[in-house]
C-alpha cells in the first residue's frame, strides 16, 4: 500500500542530489505525516540512514512525526498578530475544544490547533487558518463562530 | 435591453489576495458574475490583485473592486457581495458610479505619496501571462545585459548603488566582482526567498504580482557572475508564490528566455524551485545552502564566503527577491536613473510592510530616506484608534530593533537605522501604540529567535534561553535588581561571539528597548507594574476618580460584573471580582483607567 506511494516518490528525486527534504515534503503529502515504514523504506534503498532522515525531519518546523487531527486551525503568532492579540484567541481555542495542556490534538482527533511564526498577511492580523480558509480581524468573541464553520 | 456593444470594454477588477479573500472576495466575484448574467451583460471579471496582500497594498479596506469603463477606472472599497446588486444597476447599467461606496481621502493619500517601482505592476498585469510583462517592457533589462560584457553589467549595477535588501545592505555590485572572479567553472546563483521574519511580506507579494522580475532579475545576475543554474529558494508556506513561480519559469522556457542559449547569446541558463521546510535560520546564506544540499539547516563558518566556496563547494552569489527584482529597471533605466533615487549611501526605493496599530496597513514602497513620520502619518493614515499615541515603532524583525517616537524625523535608510540600534532588515515595519508593552515585545521576539535557534553555536543556543528566561520572569513579576544589567552584559556577549547572523542579532530587540524604555523595565521590576497593561500578572485595575466621566462604558465592557457604577456616578472596580481581561480599559474614552 505505501509501497506505491514511495516508489513514485522515489522515481520523481532518485537522481536528484540533495534529495532528503524533497522525499520528506512528498512523503508527507501523500501519508500526513512522516511514517517510520516509509523512512525505513527509502533509507534502504538509498542507502542513507534512517537517522539523517530524522534529523533532518525533525530539524524543519515543517514535518509531523505524528498523525494530526482532522482540521488543521493554525493561529499566526508573527510579530503583527502577536501586538493585536492573537494570544488570547489561542487560549480560548484550546478551551473551547478542550485540548489539554501540552498537547495540540483534540482527544477525538477531530482537532489540532498549530502556531505558525507569519502567515505573511500581517495587514489583516490577527489572523486565523481553518483547513486553509483564512480569518482575518480575529477577536476571541468571534472563536464559537469560526469553529462552528469547520463542525 | 443593454446593448452589448457599449460595455465591451467593461472591466470589473477584484482583489483576491489573501486579504482580499479573508474579507469574501470570491463570494464578490461570484455575486457580479450573477448579477451581470442576469442583465445579460458581458463583461470580463477579473481577478485583481492575484495573490495575497500584495495587490495595491491597501488591505485595510479590501474587498476593493475596480470598475473599469471607457478607459475610467471607479476604486469601490470594502465591497461586500450584498453590495454588488447596487453596484451594478446603478454604475454599470445606468452609468452613474455609487459616490458613497467609492475610495475616499484614505485611499489617494496611501498611495500618492508612494515612488513604486517594483510595485508598480503588481496587480495591474496578470502575473500568469508572460506575454503582459513583455507588453510593459518586460525583459529588456536581461535582453541589454547579454548583450554587454559581464564585467560592464556588473559595472552598471556597482555605479547604481544597488545593496543587498535581505537586510545586511551589501553591494550587490561588489557581492557579484568577488564570485565573476573565481575562476571555477561551476558557479550558482541563488534567490533567497525563505522571508521567515515575522512581521514581513514584501518578497511575496513581489513573487505572487510579478514573478518574471525576479526570473529576469536572475537571468542578469547569473550572466554576471558566470553562473548557469540558478535555484530560488522558496518558503513551503508560500504556495501561491510556487506555482505563479513554476508557471513563470515554463512561460519563459518556452520563450527561450530560460535554457539553452538564452536570447541566442550563447549563454545557458536553469532555474529550479526549491521548497523551504519552515526553518527561519535558513534565510541565513550559508543555512540556505545546507538547506538546499539537503541538509539540517546548520550555518557554516564565514570565510570562506559562500561567493567563494558556496552551494555544492562551488561559487554562488545569493541574492533576495527585492534585490534582483530591481536589477531589470537598472539595466533598462540605467545606474543613474537608479542612484538619483534615494539617500548618498542608501539608493532606490525600499518595500515596507507596514503593519500594527495603525490606520492604512498595507504594503508600501517608499524611496530610502523618507522620514519614519512621514510613512506613518501621510502614508499609513496616523494611528488606528486615536486616542492612543505612537510609541514605537519596530524594524528588522527579530534581528532589529524599535525606534521611540521621539526619534519619528529620522530618514530611513540602512545607516541611520543602524546607528539607532535597530536595522533595515528585510522590511517588516510594526507600529506600537501606548497599549503595547517593551518588555513582552523583547520577550516575544526572544522566544521567537530561541526557538529557532539552530543549536550549533552555544552562545546563541543557551544564551538566547538565558535571555528568555529573565525576560519571563521580569513581565511576570519575578523581575530582580541588576536583571537590566545583566541582560546587557549576556546580549553584548551574544552579539560578539555568535557564528551566525541569526544568534549576532537575536539581542537587538532587548537592547534596544532597553536602550530607549529602561523605565519601562524597571516599572516592572522594582513597582510590580506594567504601564502598558499587558503582562497579566502585573495587572491592577483601578479607576481615576480625577478623569472618570461617569459614562458607564468600563461598567458594559467588564464581563465579570467586577465594575460598579450607577448614572451619574464614578466607576469603581472590585479588585475580587476583577480578572485583569483589560476590557474596561479598552473601553475607556478617557483614558481614566489606570
Known amino acids: ?151 | 435591453m443593454v446593448n452589448d456593444n457599449s460595455l465591451k470594454d467593461l472591466v470589473i477588477r477584484v482583489c483576491v489576495g489573501t486579504g482580499g479573500l479573508a474579507a469574501g472576495s470570491q463570494e464578490v466575484i461570484d455575486e457580479f458574475n450573477k448579477a451581470l448574467a442576469a442583465r445579460k451583460v458581458r463583461a470580463a471579471v477579473r481577478k485583481k490583485c492575484v495573490g495575497k496582500t500584495g495587490c495595491r497594498g491597501f488591505c485595510a479596506k479590501d474587498v476593493l473592486v475596480d470598475v473599469v469603463r471607457n478607459g475610467k477606472t471607479f476604486t469601490y472599497q470594502l465591497v461586500s457581495p450584498d453590495k454588488v446588486n447596487r453596484i451594478v444597476e446603478e454604475h454599470i447599467i445606468s452609468g452613474n458610479p455609487v459616490d458613497e461606496w467609492l475610495v475616499g481621502p484614505d485611499y489617494h493619500a496611501f498611495h500618492d505619496r508612494q515612488t513604486k517601482i517594483l510595485l508598480k505592476q503588481c496587480g495591474q498585469i496578470d502575473p500568469e501571462d508572460i506575454t503582459a510583462y513583455i507588453a510593459i517592457g518586460g525583459y529588456e533589462g536581461a535582453k541589454k545585459a547579454l548583450s554587454l560584457d559581464p564585467f560592464e553589467v556588473i559595472d552598471v549595477v556597482r555605479t547604481s548603488g544597488l545593496r543587498g535588501r535581505g537586510g545586511a545592505g551589501f553591494l550587490t555590485g561588489l557581492k557579484w566582482e568577488f564570485c565573476h572572479k573565481s575562476r571555477e567553472k561551476t558557479k550558482y546563483i541563488i534567490c533567497n526567498a525563505d522571508e521567515g521574519d515575522p512581521g514581513a511580506f514584501m518578497d511575496r507579494s513581489i513573487i505572487e504580482g510579478n514573478p518574471h522580475s525576479v526570473i529576469e532579475g536572475m537571468i542578469i545576475g547569473g550572466y554576471a557572475v558566470g553562473a548557469n543554474y540558478g535555484y530560488i529558494y522558496i518558503r513551503a508556506e508560500y504556495p501561491l508564490a510556487i506555482q505563479r513561480l513554476r508557471t513563470a519559469i515554463r512561460e519563459a522556457e518556452k520563450k527561450g528566455f530560460l535554457g539553452k542559449n538564452v536570447f541566442k547569446s550563447g549563454f545557458d541558463f536553469d532555474i529550479r524551485i526549491k521548497e523551504g521546510a519552515g526553518a527561519f535560520i535558513c534565510g541565513e546564506e550559508t543555512a540556505l545552502i545546507a538547506s538546499i544540499e539537503g541538509e539540517r539547516g546548520l550555518p557554516r563558518p564565514k570565510p570562506p564566503f559562500p561567493v567563494v566556496r558556496g552551494l555544492w563547494g562551488k561559487p554562488t552569489v545569493i541574492n533576495n527577491v527585492e534585490t534582483l527584482s530591481n536589477l531589470p529597471s537598472i539595466l533598462t533605466k540605467g545606474a543613474s536613473w537608479f542612484s538619483s533615487i534615494g539617500t548618498a549611501k542608501s539608493k532606490g526605493t525600499k518595500v515596507f510592510a507596514l503593519t500594527g496599530k495603525i490606520k492604512n496597513t498595507g504594503l508600501i514602497e517608499v524611496p530610502m530616506g523618507i522620514s519614519l513620520k512621514e510613512i506613518i502619518y501621510d502614508i499609513g493614515g496616523g494611528m488606528e484608534k486615536t486616542n492612543r499615541r505612537l510609541k514605537a515603532v519596530q524594524t528588522g524583525g527579530p534581528s532589529g530593533g524599535c525606534i521611540p517616537a521621539s526619534h519619528i524625523d529620522m530618514p530611513v535608510d540602512y545607516e541611520s537605522l543602524i546607528s539607532i540600534g535597530s536595522m533595515m532588515g528585510s522590511g517588516g515595519m510594526v507600529v506600537m501604540d501606548d497599549t503595547t508593552c517593551m518588555v513582552d515585545m523583547a520577550r516575544f521576539f526572544l522566544t521567537f529567535t530561541g526557538n529557532e535557534s539552530c543549536g550549533k553555536c552555544i552562545p546563541c543556543r543557551v544564551g538566547t534561553k538565558r535571555m528568555l528566561e529573565i525576560l519571563t520572569r521580569i513581565t511576570e513579576g519575578r523581575g530582580k535588581e541588576g536583571d537590566i544589567d545583566l541582560l546587557m552584559e549576556l546580549g553584548t556577549d551574544i552579539k560578539l561571539s555568535s557564528l551566525c547572523g541569526l544568534g549576532q542579532s537575536a539581542p537587538n530587540p532587548v537592547l534596544s528597548t532597553i536602550n530607549f524604555f529602561r523605565d519601562e523595565y524597571e516599572a516592572h521590576i522594582k513597582d510590580g507594574i506594567c504601564p502598558a497593561r499587558v503582562c497579566k500578572s502585573l495587572r491592577r485595575y483601578t479607576v481615576s476618580a480625577e478623569l472618570c466621566r461617569m459614562c458607564g462604558k468600563c461598567f458594559r465592557a467588564c464581563p465579570s460584573g467586577a465594575v460598579i457604577w450607577e448614572k451619574k456616578q464614578k466607576a469603581v472596580i472590585d479588585k475580587e471580582k476583577c480578572i485583569k481581561c483589560g476590557a474596561c480599559y479598552d473601553a475607556c474614552p478617557f483614558g481614566s483607567i489606570l
Open chain 1, 1 to 151: 500500500m505505501i509501497e506505491k506511494k514511495c516508489r513514485e516518490i522515489l522515481d520523481k528525486y532518485h537522481r536528484e542530489k540533495g534529495n532528503v527534504i524533497s522525499i520528506l515534503q512528498d512523503m508527507q503529502e501523500s501519508f500526513g505525516y512522516i511514517r517510520e515504514d516509509a523512512v525505513n523504506w527509502f533509507s534502504e534503498r538509498l542507502n542513507i540512514p534512517a537517522s539523517n532522515f530524522y534529523g533532518v525531519a525533525t530539524f524543519y518546523a515543517q514535518f509531523y512525526l505524528r498523525p494530526r487531527g482532522e482540521n488543521i486551525i493554525t493561529g499566526c503568532c508573527g510579530t503583527a498578530c502577536h501586538v493585536k492579540g492573537s494570544a488570547p484567541i489561542i487560549n480560548r481555542l484550546r478551551e473551547h475544544l478542550a485540548i489539554p495542556e501540552g498537547e495540540d490534538t483534540s482527544r477525538d482527533g477531530k482537532f489540532t490547533i498549530e502556531s505558525v511564526a507569519c502567515v505573511g498577511a500581517c495587514s489583516i492580523a490577527p489572523v486565523f487558518i481553518v483547513n486553509k480558509k483564512v480569518f482575518g480581524k480575529m477577536t476571541v468573541d468571534r472563536v464559537p463562530e469560526m469553529i462552528k464553520e469547520i463542525s
